[in-house]
């Protein structure tokens, strides 16, 4: 397996993670080619999940753009979003390699409660580490964490919130890494994280092309969506990599506009830099110091970017935009009054963006969305948003 995207990606780690990363390595390549556990995957994704999740197609929103509007419903996977794809096809690795405990870290709570959904449903212990901000701004989804049986440690240092959880998570990993595995949530980390999410999140992709090739009888002419660690977008591109007619679009955070440096679009205000294992394209000051972000929308609110998506854009496969809070909102709405469908925040920010594309394209072009999530979780931020 190689360990790096071109030039980014690859291990930057404290020595002492080195044999873990190489045993998940070797694990994960007995795991794919291992019946029993693909057949036992496929199982848990169809009867846990909920998959296939359909491709709809989006008759109003179409209609009012001249274009034809797909948009592929992760919001209606298991716990809300695709996050339990991920942490499905973990938690059975974990298994597979004999580890009984699983830590994780959340920032926003999708990833802490798909990944405690995961554990209960397979019998593994489950701890979950989460800044004590974080902890309050997400009070609904620590209770679904410890109702689903995780434990969740608030983390107090530093400026209480995702990255300081990263780092207690990593310290626990270092202490237990004899029964312990880690759940990384997006397309980061040390390889081989980027790419044992990618490969179980490219379930969206292989579903939406064969449904795409079955509605229409043809590939679409683009996809789109949103881009926090790049899980969703990469997991839906991945199959259409080679099929170079269909052009691929990932929407990052564009907060209160790049102008403003006020958001979280690594490819508008990043450069090339390391952080949390892996190297990519981070938003950081002169001095190589991460700036903060700000995104509203809390998965997209992160200030690297999987090592992946650098290559690819590097290649030109695939292109970066932004959608900023206040197009997010008004998508959000769109969305919720023209289809029925209140999309997660993190997925209207692709919305939004397929919108502006849609104006400005010919007619009867093929779009697919990927909506990543559903909207219940943001409703507090809707509030304050849109004066309901
Ligand atoms: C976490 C999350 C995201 C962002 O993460 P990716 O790894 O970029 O997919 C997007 N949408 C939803 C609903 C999320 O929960």
């Known amino acids: 397996m190689k360990s790096y995207f071109g030039k980014f990606g690859g291990q930057f780690v404290p020595e002492t993670l080195m044999p873990s990363l190489l045993e998940l390595e070797k694990a994960y390549e007995r795991f794919k080619k291992n019946e029993s556990m693909q057949a036992e995957l496929k199982k848990l994704q169809r009867d846990f999940i909920g998959r296939p999740t359909s491709l709809y197609f989006a008759e109003r929103m179409s209609k009012a753009t001249g274009q034809k509007i797909y948009l592929k419903r992760e919001d209606l996977a298991h716990t809300g979003a695709h996050k339990i794809n991920n942490a499905i096809g973990q938690g059975l690795l974990a298994k597979f390699m004999g580890k009984s405990r699983i830590i994780a870290e959340t920032g926003a709570g999708q990833h802490g409660v798909a990944t405690a959904a995961a554990c209960a449903k397979l019998g593994l212990e489950c701890v979950v580490y989460m800044g004590e901000v974080d902890m309050e701004r997400q009070q609904p989804n620590v209770i679904r964490m410890r109702l689903l049986g995780a434990k969740v440690v608030p983390v107090t240092s530093g400026s209480r919130t995702l990255k300081d959880a990263i780092n207690e998570a990593i310290r626990d990993w270092i202490t237990n890494i004899e029964t312990t595995h880690y759940m990384i949530g997006s397309v980061l980390g040390p390889h081989p994280y980027p790419t044992i999410v990618r490969d179980f999140q490219a379930v969206i992709g292989r579903e939406a092309r064969s449904q795409i ?3 229409e009888g043809r590939l679409p002419d683009y996809l789109v969506a949103c881009v926090g660690g790049g899980s969703n977008s990469v997991g839906l591109f991945h199959q259409f990599i080679n099929d170079s007619k269909v052009k691929m679009i990932g929407v990052e955070a564009g907060g209160y506009g790049i102008r403003s440096g006020k958001h979280a679009a690594r490819f ?20 190589g110091q991460i700036t903060e972000t700000h995104s509203i929308s809390a998965g997209l609110d992160y200030p690297s970017i999987g090592p992946e998506h650098v290559f690819l854009r590097e290649l030109g496969r695939i292109k970066y935009v932004s959608a900023t809070d206040e197009e997010a909102l008004s998508a959000f709405r769109y969305l919720s009054e023209t289809e029925g469908i209140i999309p997660a925040l993190e997925s209207a920010h692709a919305v939004a963006y397929a919108l502006k594309l849609a104006k400005k394209l010919p007619n009867k072009k093929l779009i697919i969305i990927n909506l990543s999530g559903r909207g219940d979780k943001d409703l507090p931020e809707m509030e ?5």
């Open 213 to 215: 090739l079955s509605s």
């Open 268 to 287: 508008a205000g990043g450069r090339e830099g390391i952080l949390h294992g892996t190297k990519s394209f981070v938003l950081q000051n002169a001095d």
């Open 384 to 388: 304050k948003g849109l004066k309901i």
